[in-house]
């Protein structure tokens, strides 16, 4: 995972320096859309592969394999709605986002591009969640970071060399979830999954679909309820700070993420490790697990926090020489990192939850820091602070959710009985 937000910060580095500012405002107004094509692909792929580790901890191969054949199916819709999206343009979509009317042009040239790749995006990040479910990480990181390597490898060549600009970044990301791809097909051909995959296989199953939905929608909420958030950060940052604050806003954003990725990774890794022994019923080995990944984030989170705050400007630099824009950056990443210790914990607990069922727990807790704290707070703090406002808004929500993310927590651990 940390290598997948490496070569996003790339992308943002090479459009930074060779397309400027203008390009960096484009890519924050894709965020957007790139969270709720996400969510969609998670949507499928943690709800499918934490029911198929479930399935196999319990002996029930052939329950995994029906599990297998409706993602799969989930895959060919959300493929074909990709196209839709695509045949229809745009540009209607980014201004429903918010984007300015003076990124839509550029915007829409890396969106447009984005979406012709969309099956390859969709299909990867699903069979990577699948492979790991399978208990074959290794395999999944191969795929992620060959794709990963591509991508960063293309970069320079379609952007700067070629002069493709913002859609050369775009087709460097098309082409790198391709191999990903490639490697996952290569994976399920070869039989080296324990599931088949078939034509006849692919098929809806509606038992199959609830529970694939009932744990696949919190994150599906968390993605494209953070789609939301984004879409209105951007409006806030042009209403009260100007354009300049969008372009500050892509580099803190792909900073940020490449900062909190892995512990999207590390979420990745435990989902099947507690699913599967949940499903065994090891509960020493779930509270071993859950336990070990809160300590393992807590103490990565409290070191990017520093960096964040002792060395900023550092970071920054790599995007710009706008010294202007810099300081800009500067200062909102460094309210934006302030709650960064007690973020890692709430994402495990979520995660937990995911995997040993608690589908409701789950959802309550994304849909609290989005519907209750995140938007209003942005609703509130920015005609008070200005841009202030937006950047501490992420902070104070953190806080207050962590709290009755404890709460939650406490309720279902002291039923983790052997």
Wanted: glycine residues 10%; hydrophobic residues 55%; aromatic residues 12%.
């Amino acid at each position: 995972m940390l290598v997948i937000a490496a070569y996003n910060m790339v992308d943002t580095i090479f459009v930074g320096r060779y397309v400027g500012p203008e390009g960096l405002a484009a890519l924050a107004s894709n965020i957007p859309v790139i969270f709720l094509m996400m969510g969609f692909s998670l949507f499928v792929g943690v709800g499918g592969s934490t029911a198929i580790s479930r399935a196999l901890g319990a002996g029930d191969k052939d329950k995994a394999q029906v599990v297998f054949g409706t993602m799969i199916f989930m895959v060919v819709v959300l493929s074909v709605a990709s196209y839709v999206v695509y045949a229809t343009g745009t540009e209607w979509l980014l201004r429903l986002l918010g984007t300015s009317e003076l990124h839509v042009e550029p915007a829409s040239q890396y969106l447009e591009v984005l979406l012709l790749g969309g099956p390859l995006s969709i299909f990867s990040v699903v069979m990577n969640n699948l492979v790991r479910s399978e208990g074959n990480a290794r395999t999944a990181m191969v795929s992620m970071v060959t794709g990963a390597l591509v991508n960063v490898a293309l970069d320079p060549l379609f952007i700067h060399t070629l002069g493709w600009g913002i859609r050369g970044a775009a087709w460097a990301t098309v082409v790198a979830n391709g191999v990903t791809t490639a490697i996952m097909v290569w994976y399920l051909l070869a039989g080296r999954s324990s599931l088949v995959l078939r034509p006849s296989n692919i098929r809806f199953n509606v038992q199959a679909a609830r529970e694939i939905s009932g744990v696949g929608m919190s994150t599906f909420l968390m993605h494209s309820s953070a789609s939301i958030i984004q879409s209105l950060v951007i409006r806030k940052l042009v209403e009260y700070g100007g354009e300049s604050t969008v372009s500050a806003y892509a580099m803190c954003n792909r900073t940020m993420m490449f900062l909190f990725m892995p512990i999207f990774g590390v979420q990745a890794g435990v989902l099947p490790i507690i699913g599967y022994n949940f499903g065994a019923k090891f509960m020493a080995r779930v509270r071993h697990t859950v336990f070990a990944s809160i300590g393992l984030c807590t103490a990565y989170l409290v070191v990017a926090w520093a960096i964040m705050q002792l060395m900023p400007e550092t970071i920054l630099s790599i995007y710009t020489g706008d010294t202007v824009l810099l300081a800009e950056g500067v200062n909102a990443i460094k309210k934006l990192t302030l709650a960064f210790p007690v973020v890692g914990a709430a994402v495990m607990v979520v995660g937990t939850f995911q995997a040993i069922g608690k589908a409701k727990y789950a959802l309550f807790l994304t849909v609290n820091r989005t519907f209750i704290l995140v938007i209003p707070l942005l609703l509130w703090l920015p005609p008070h602070w200005g841009t202030n406002g937006v950047w501490l808004t992420f902070p104070i929500s953190d806080g207050l959710g962590m709290v009755v993310t404890v709460i939650f927590f406490w309720k279902v651990y002291k039923n983790f009985r052997d």
